[in-house]
Every structure is written in structure tokens, then in C-alpha cells.
């Protein structure tokens, strides 16, 4: 089966500008996450999606970060304006329900620089 | 307050022994906790579960236990390889229920040949 897909992989942009990432998961997977991994630190979530609906955004920071699953597939994260502290990988993962050992399935990540 | 420990040092051994990480947790009462390797430019990727009744679990020459007690879980190769060498994370999900994951730092481990 196809893994997780993430685009772009790398995108640099100057503090105060927008950027979107893209994620698409393994078909069938109903949970998605997106995670903020900043350089020697492990992954941060920063939103759970099941299906469509948002089970857990308590540490996106919401005055500059959004994130959308529309149709409970494809789901895209977007920051605005961007801060330098902003600069980190951004990682999608997927989950099936019914899977008992909780696997999480991870994108190959988007790194952002913010200059 | 609440936290998962790793080494934060990375870890040097030489090829063929055994290589030992440890993840301590503070105020979490996990009912499972999860072991994931991470290769640079690479999202993580699952190795093992272990869950809180279950002390020990092994694959191939992977090696989790779990200790409640201690709050503590070590994760073990065996005849190590240098394609062993990567970073290692263990995670969590501190409610019990909601697939919400909380990961630790990570240790780097380098198997040296």
C-alpha cells in the first residue's frame, strides 16, 4: 500500500509570510495528525483529525495555525504569518481504527526554514 | 508536571553488543507505550507496543520492557548492527484512550563497526 505523502518537502519563506503544507494519507486510515518536530526534539502534536471532525487541536496555536481535512481524506496545515521559531519539520501520520497496536504510519515530513 | 525522558546523549557501541535505551515518564499512567525509529530526513516509523500488563516483548532482536512501578521502559537490540544506528523515540498516549501521543526527545544510537 502507498504510505503517507507530504508535499513539499522543503520550502523556505521569510518571517511574517504564509505558507500550506499538504498530507495525504493511506487510504482508509481514519485518524491524521499533523506534528511539528523541531531539530533535536521528538514530534509535538499539534492536531488529530478523525475522519473530518477535530478530536484534539489544544496545542495548535491557533492565532497563526490552521489546519483543514476536508472530506476526511486529504488535509492541508497552513501558518500565517510565520515566526522564525516556526522553522522545524512538519510531520503527517495516519491511523487505522481498528489497528490494536496503535501504529502510527509518518509522512517523509516538510522541513521549513523561516529567514 | 509531566514529561518522557531519553537520553539525550547519544549512544556509541560497538557492533555485536547489546544497546540498552531507556524512556522514563513522570505523571503519565499510560495503558501502553510505543517504540519508533527515526533515520534522518525520515518520518518515524513503529517498531513495537508494549502495554502495561505485559512485561517484556520481543521481535527479532528487538527487545521492550515495561516497568509501571518505575515508570520506566528500556528498549533493547541485540547483536547490533550499524544499520541499527538511527534515532530511537518512545511515545505515549497519556490518556488512555485517545490515541494522543506524547514522544520523548529521542536518543541517537551509532553502532560503531
Known amino acids: 500500500e502507498a504510505g503517507v505523502a507530504q508535499s513539499p518537502r522543503y520550502k523556505i519563506i521569510e518571517k511574517r509570510q504564509s505558507v500550506a503544507f499538504w498530507c495525504n494519507p493511506i487510504?482508509?486510515?481514519?485518524?491524521l495528525y499533523w506534528y511539528q518536530q523541531i531539530l533535536g526534539q521528538g514530534p509535538k502534536l499539534l492536531i488529530q483529525?478523525?475522519?473530518?471532525?477535530?478530536?484534539?487541536d489544544s496545542q495548535l496555536p491557533k492565532d497563526r495555525f490552521s489546519a483543514e481535512r476536508l472530506k476526511g481524506v486529504d488535509s492541508t496545515l497552513k501558518i500565517q504569518p510565520a515566526k522564525l521559531e516556526d522553522s522545524a519539520v512538519y510531520l503527517c501520520?495516519?491511523?487505522?481504527?481498528?489497528?490494536?497496536?496503535?501504529?502510527?504510519?509518518f509522512g517523509p515530513g516538510t522541513r521549513l526554514t523561516v529567514t | 508536571s509531566q514529561k518522557i525522558e531519553q537520553n539525550s546523549e547519544a549512544l556509541n557501541i560497538q557492533e555485536g553488543k547489546t544497546a540498552t535505551l531507556t524512556c522514563n515518564y513522570t505523571?503519565?499512567?499510560?495503558?501502553?507505550l510505543q517504540w519508533y525509529r527515526q533515520d534522518p530526513g525520515r518520518g518515524p516509523v513503529f517498531l513495537l507496543l508494549?502495554?502495561?500488563?505485559?512485561k517484556e516483548k520481543r521481535k527479532e532482536r528487538l527487545k521492550v520492557t515495561f516497568d509501571t512501578t518505575l515508570k520506566q521502559s528500556l528498549f533493547h537490540i541485540t547483536a547490533s548492527q550499524p544499520a541499527d544506528s538511527a534515532t530511537y523515540l518512545c511515545?505515549?498516549?497519556?490518556?488512555?484512550?485517545?490515541?494522543?501521543?506524547?514522544f520523548g526527545t529521542g536518543t541517537r544510537l551509532k553502532v560503531l563497526a
Open positions: 501520520a495516519s491511523r487505522r481504527i481498528a489497528d490494536k497496536s496503535y501504529e502510527q504510519y
Open positions: 487510504s482508509g486510515h481514519a485518524t
Open positions: 483529525f478523525q475522519n473530518n471532525g477535530v478530536v484534539d
Open positions: 505523571n503519565y499512567s499510560p495503558a501502553y
Open positions: 508494549i502495554r502495561e500488563n505485559e
Open positions: 511515545a505515549l498516549d497519556p490518556t488512555g484512550g485517545t490515541y494522543k501521543y506524547i
